[in-house]
């Protein structure tokens, strides 16, 4: 079957769908987040992604201004990973690419983490915070089998101490209430001699 314009309908289908795949892909490898302020274009990422509880990554924070690198920026600008009330401040170190830097962590529990920006570039000075990726359970990416969660053990641990306390209770309850009926039985069978 032809258009008016000699191009098939299978021709559309076909680079309609190229163009959703292409889409999808490239959203996919896009998980970084761009801040603007003033004239600054901030990218802020994981350096390997998807990020996992457990493994080694980094911050990658790439700064431009008008499409040209910002250098220089590790002795300015902080960065303060926050994560449930906690705050780990790393070394921002120049990346490999100029106007690229990084700041190396070990991310220990699943979800997500914000970034403090703080400091100054140039003469701008910042205040910002900005979440990454999301980072996930190392089940993700773990083959044939994971090994258990450390929150959900953790979880269990928890609920069978909690048994365990009560289960002492209720033993030394009955401890107590075995001797007060032992001493009660003793007596009646001493006044009944």
Do not use: C
Request: charged share 15%; glycine share 8%.
């Amino acid at each position: 079957m032809k258009s008016t314009k000699g191009i098939s309908i299978t021709a559309v289908i076909i680079l309609l769908t190229a163009f959703i795949l292409l889409a999808l892909n490239v959203r996919a490898v896009l998980a970084h987040t761009n801040v603007e302020i003033g004239p600054f274009t901030i990218i802020i990422g994981w350096e390997t992604e998807p990020v996992v509880v457990g493994e080694r990554n980094a911050i990658f924070i790439a700064v431009s201004e008008g499409g040209e690198p910002v250098v220089g920026l590790e002795g300015t600008l902080e960065v303060a990973v926050l994560y449930g009330g906690q705050t780990f401040t790393g070394n921002l170190q120049p990346g490999a690419d100029v106007g690229t830097y990084t700041i190396e962590i070990l991310p220990t529990v699943r979800g997500q983490y914000s970034l403090q920006l703080s400091g100054s570039i140039k003469d701008i000075d910042i205040s910002e915070v900005v979440q990454p990726e999301e980072v996930l359970p190392a089940k993700v990416l773990q083959f044939p089998e994971s090994p258990p969660d450390p929150r959900e053990l953790q979880s269990s641990i928890d609920d069978l101490t909690a048994q365990l306390q009560i289960a002492r209770f209720l033993a030394v309850a009955g401890v107590l209430l075995a001797v007060i009926a032992i001493t009660i039985a003793a007596a009646s069978l001493m006044k009944s001699r």
